[in-house]
């Protein structure tokens, strides 16, 4: 029986499906998918199953989690469309017969209200409704939300934002993914929801620590939430994206991306990655260049 991971070839996909490797997981028992095989070709050269899975057309999904006994759904990119991928990829899984489906979702996703959450909430009363053993993990915003802006934040020596004063306890993707694999290769977990989330800090907090890893002054700039929407359509977000970050910073604001719940640091058995060790390591890949 194999494990399908679904985005693998997205950051987080990928990241689970590497650390399970790096964890002993035989490749022949992992299903590695996307809806673009070709981006899965190491994989592939490496023992791990690849298939094509697109959750907007079930078709593809059959054959794609047949043999699963667990499938880890990663929640899609389109805003619009996450809920009803979510709902074609449980209503799979459920006929392949898994016997887990662990779903990433988001903090706090039964009572936030930023818009992406919504999709969430409906994914996990799906997930919790359609009776299929589950794991929910609620991952926190990710770290390289910020730390992928640094050459734009050294440039303007301003990290933008309509956050506020809200605290956000971000993670980083790597310890996300190191939280889905010990809850694929532990026994127990199921049925549980875990709020997964780092180190909170305001975006204030945030810039401080840039301005120390960068030897720089690093503003943050708190502009309305239209300001920060035309901004990010205008650095190339499609325009559903970018309302849904600026809506996401509103949500920051009222405390819903921030949780003091330490279910990362116990499922990973170490501490978190920092803003600061995220922010350097960023800024060596940026040397590097
Ligand atoms: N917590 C946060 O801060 C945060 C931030 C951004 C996103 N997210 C959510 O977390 C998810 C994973 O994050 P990530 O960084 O790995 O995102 P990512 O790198 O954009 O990867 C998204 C993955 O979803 C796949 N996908 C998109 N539409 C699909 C469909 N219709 N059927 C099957 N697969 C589909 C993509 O496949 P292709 O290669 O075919 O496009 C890709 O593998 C995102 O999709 C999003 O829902 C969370």
Same mark, same amino acid.
Request: hydrophobic letters at 45%; zero cysteines; a negative charge.
């Given at each position: 029986?194999?494990?399908?991971?679904?985005?693998?070839?997205?950051?987080?996909?990928?990241?689970?499906?590497?650390?399970?490797?790096?964890?002993?997981?035989?490749?022949?028992?992992?299903?590695?998918?996307?809806? &673009?095989?070709?981006?899965?070709? &190491? #994989?592939?050269?490496?023992?791990?199953?690849?298939?094509?899975?697109?959750?907007?057309?079930?078709?593809?999904?059959? &054959?794609?989690?047949?043999? /699963?006994?667990?499938?880890?759904?990663?929640?899609?990119?389109?805003?619009?469309?996450?809920? !009803?991928? =979510?709902? +074609?990829?449980?209503?799979? =899984?459920?006929?392949?017969? $898994?016997?887990?489906? $662990? %779903?990433?979702?988001?903090?706090? /996703?039964?009572?936030?209200?930023?818009?992406?959450?919504?999709?969430?909430?409906?994914?996990?009363? %799906?997930?919790?409704?359609?009776?299929?053993?589950?794991?929910?993990?609620? +991952?926190?915003?990710?770290?390289?939300?910020?730390? !992928?802006?640094?050459?734009?934040?050294?440039?303007?020596?301003?990290?933008?934002?309509? =956050?506020?004063?809200?605290?956000?306890?971000?993670?980083?993707?790597?310890?996300?993914?190191?939280?889905?694999?010990?809850?694929?290769?532990?026994?127990?977990?199921?049925?549980?929801?875990?709020?997964? @989330?780092?180190?909170?800090?305001?975006? *204030?907090?945030?810039?401080?620590?840039?301005?120390? $890893?960068?030897?720089?002054?690093?503003? %943050?700039?708190?502009?309305?939430?239209?300001? %920060? *929407? =035309?901004?990010? *359509?205008?650095?190339?977000?499609?325009?559903?994206?970018?309302?849904?970050? /600026?809506?996401?910073?509103? @949500? #920051?604001?009222? @405390?819903?991306?921030?949780?003091?719940?330490?279910?990362?640091?116990?499922?990973? @058995?170490?501490? *978190?990655?920092?803003?600061?060790?995220?922010?350097? +390591? /960023?800024?060596? $890949?940026?040397?590097?260049?």
């Amino acid at each position: 029986m194999s494990t399908v991971i679904t985005g693998a070839s997205g950051h987080l996909g990928r990241l689970i499906v590497d650390q399970l490797l790096a964890a002993g997981t035989p490749p022949e028992q992992i299903v590695a998918t996307g809806r &673009d095989t070709g981006k899965l070709a &190491d #994989l592939a050269r490496n023992g791990v199953m690849v298939r094509r899975a697109d959750f907007a057309d079930p078709s593809t999904l059959d &054959d794609a989690f047949a043999g /699963a006994a667990t499938i880890v759904l990663v929640s899609t990119t389109t805003v619009g469309e996450r809920f !009803d991928n =979510a709902r +074609n990829a449980i209503d799979a =899984a459920r006929r392949a017969g $898994v016997s887990r489906i $662990v %779903y990433t979702s988001t903090l706090n /996703a039964s009572t936030a209200r930023m818009m992406l959450a919504d999709a969430h909430r409906r994914t996990e009363e %799906y997930l919790r409704d359609s009776g299929s053993p589950f794991v929910i993990l609620r +991952n926190g915003w990710y770290l390289e939300n910020y730390t !992928d802006q640094l050459s734009m934040i050294t440039q303007y020596r301003a990290l933008l934002g309509s =956050a506020q004063d809200g605290r956000v306890s971000a993670a980083a993707r790597q310890d996300l993914a190191a939280a889905a694999v010990a809850v694929l290769t532990q026994d127990g977990h199921l049925g549980a929801t875990y709020e997964l @989330g780092g180190t909170p800090f305001t975006l *204030t907090e945030l810039a401080a620590t840039f301005s120390d $890893v960068l030897g720089t002054h690093i503003t %943050y700039r708190d502009v309305p939430v239209a300001d %920060y *929407t =035309a901004t990010l *359509t205008d650095a190339g977000l499609p325009p559903e994206m970018a309302a849904a970050v /600026a809506d996401a910073d509103t @949500g #920051l604001a009222r @405390g819903e991306l921030f949780t003091d719940s330490d279910d990362l640091t116990k499922l990973i @058995g170490r501490a *978190t990655i920092t803003p600061r060790e995220a922010i350097l +390591n /960023a800024a060596a $890949v940026e040397e590097s260049r």
